[in-house]
């Protein structure tokens, strides 16, 4: 929550009541105007949240002695802050952390043969590798406390976190005990920088956080159940989302009256996933299809928002080799029932944000027509880890580590922006050499560097089209995807690779996508869409202007009575 207007506002309240006991003012006659003007305001900057009751009461008394107790030129000076104070309630932020990919075993003395880990023979004390990590190798705790850090340095008082999974390195021989005391360890870590703050911390799983990696069950309570008892989970999740965690690891949860929050076990539908796979009667997506459902349905009455979580998100690799380009990150029955799901109810689906692919990029989702009708954000890796096998090694590229920070309206869950941050990790290695600490950086915004007004499906689309368009524009787009670090070069097949799996997420239209000249790659836009994207904008400048008009309004009527007292004469022109 936006403590600024607040806090403006109790101080003001402290100084008018001090400026009334000299004035001495006598009540004035407008209790009805002032007491729906202060619900107003009330609402507006606690927007709902289920933990600002307290707020709520302290913030009632305080405007209504404000209102009651101040002369005109103090009302007008509050009219300003309140209609100021409610745009700064309406934007809130959260944070998108994923693949950590966090190797306790990590030693700068270590092989890179060996994924750095230390080597029992050969000279002792001699460095090998950097201690804030290696592009071969997964990350370093050093690297992992880095990350937290600068999370909280950069903007520490965001709404929520999304924790989204793959929390264990890649590495053979795992046991569930180090899996689960690992998670709950870095569990505890987020915690204490959420719970500061008053944060949601928002977890979901990873293909990597199973035992072994990519074999996760659909239905495997006793596993499930050992996340929340064992790796702490039953200290995120709301009570009523411990049985469908149970059941399949996944769950909802409610972030406001206006947003709720659906954490899916994408890891499931992985393609590569060997664990026993849902039937046709999937209860994850029958359980989704309701949460989307319900949501449509209370949008009728007052407009419901859901934002969409997970590791492993619909479409295709954005990298690979040849012979996996048109193969879908998801099975593909999954890949085309999600993509109805979301076409189904796109009204409500206001965004979409999944890992996995190490990659500052997104994915245009479409319905059976080819039509888009949503997007989805995949956020970059806070591991560098790329493959150092001959055939794999240009699908999973390194990258330098990234975390991500989204704006958003907390009224209609609108997003607005998102801000990617990053660590040059060859010049944080050199730096810890000079024994000085390692810099975040900011490395891109959507809406500044990549010319977006906010990231709407019908913004998504442009940006889509643009990138297709233009040369340029595509070699910023895949410089961004590894956060700057260069993973070798990116030819007309990878160029076309990238391109295709933001553009189509479908099989026939991303087959067709490959096949184009690149003079001829569009997306198709409905009109509606760009209409439909400006509506929560518009509603919130006319929520601004009722405000300000009911301030005014208030003004006046406060001028009037005063007045009507000194001067009754001049009633009869009211």
Not at 65 to 75: K, P, Y
Not at 110 to 133: A, M, N
Not at 307 to 316: L, M, Q, R, V
Not at 464 to 483: C, E, F, G, K, V
Request: proline share 5%.
């Amino acid at each position: 929550m936006n403590a600024f207007p607040i806090l403006v506002l109790l101080i003001l309240g402290h100084l008018c009541q001090i400026q009334a006991a000299t004035l001495n003012k006598p009540p004035n006659n407008v209790d009805a105007l002032k007491k729906h003007l202060v619900e107003k305001i009330v609402q507006s900057l606690v927007d709902g949240r289920e933990d600002h009751g307290e707020t709520l009461e302290a913030l009632k008394t305080t405007l209504s002695a404000v209102i009651d107790e101040t002369d005109e030129q103090s009302i007008t000076v509050i009219a300003i802050l309140i209609a100021a104070g409610i745009a700064g309630g309406l934007i809130g932020y959260f944070w998108h952390l994923t693949d950590l990919h966090l190797d306790r075993d990590y030693s700068t003395r270590g092989s890179r043969k060996l994924s750095c880990h230390r080597i029992d023979k050969g000279p002792t004390g001699l460095r090998t590798v950097g201690p804030y990590g290696d592009f071969l190798c997964n990350t370093p705790k050093l690297l992992a406390a880095s990350t937290f850090a600068a999370m909280e340095r950069i903007k520490p008082d965001v709404d929520f976190i999304l924790w989204t999974g793959d929390n264990m390195p890649h590495a053979n021989g795992i046991t569930w005990s180090a899996l689960y005391s690992q998670t709950d360890w870095i569990r505890a870590v987020l915690s204490r920088h959420a719970m500061r703050h008053r944060a949601l911390l928002v977890p979901t799983l990873g293909n990597h956080d199973w035992v072994p990696a990519n074999a996760l069950d659909s239905e495997d309570a006793v596993h499930y159940r050992a996340f929340l008892n064992e790796a702490g989970f039953r200290q995120l999740l709301p009570v009523d989302g411990w049985s469908t965690f149970e059941r399949g690891g996944y769950y909802s949860r409610s972030l406001s009256k206006n947003i709720r929050l659906v954490c899916i076990n994408s890891a499931i539908w992985y393609s590569i996933n060997k664990g026993q796979r849902p039937g046709p009667n999937d209860p994850q997506m029958a359980w989704l299809r309701e949460q989307l459902h319900d949501a449509q349905r209370l949008g009728q009455k007052a407009r419901t928002a859901v934002f969409i979580s997970g590791h492993i998100g619909p479409g295709f690799f954005v990298r690979s080799i040849a012979d996996k380009a048109a193969s879908t990150v998801l099975f593909d029955d999954i890949n085309d029932k999600y993509q109805d799901l979301i076409a189904e109810y796109k009204d409500v689906v206001a965004g979409q944000f999944f890992g996995h692919q190490h990659s500052n990029t997104f994915v245009l989702l479409s319905d059976r027509n080819g039509t888009p009708v949503s997007s989805v954000q995949l956020a970059g890796s806070v591991t560098p880890w790329g493959s150092s096998h001959p055939i794999y090694r240009t699908e999973s590229v390194p990258t330098n580590p990234c975390v991500r920070l989204y704006t958003y309206r907390r009224n209609t869950g609108e997003l607005l922006d998102y801000t990617v941050y990053y660590l040059d990790l060859e010049k944080a290695n050199v730096d810890a050499l000079r024994r000085e600490e390692p810099q975040w950086e900011l490395l891109y915004s959507a809406r500044s560097y990549l010319g977006v007004p906010d990231l709407s499906t019908a913004s998504m689309i442009d940006l889509a089209n643009r990138i297709a368009r233009s040369p340029d524009l595509l070699s910023r787009y895949i410089a961004l995807s590894s956060s700057l670090k260069d993973s070798g070069p990116c030819g007309k097949v990878c160029r076309r690779t990238m391109l295709c799996a933001a553009l189509a997420s479908r099989l026939d239209f991303h087959a067709a996508c490959l096949a184009q000249r690149d003079s001829s790659l569009r997306v198709r836009l409905r009109k509606t869409n760009r209409a439909e994207a400006a509506i929560p904008t518009c509603l919130d400048v006319a929520i601004l202007l009722l405000v300000t008009v009911t301030g005014l309004a208030f003004i006046a009527i406060v001028k009037r009575n005063s007045m009507i007292r000194l001067y009754p004469r001049y009633a009869r022109f009211w």
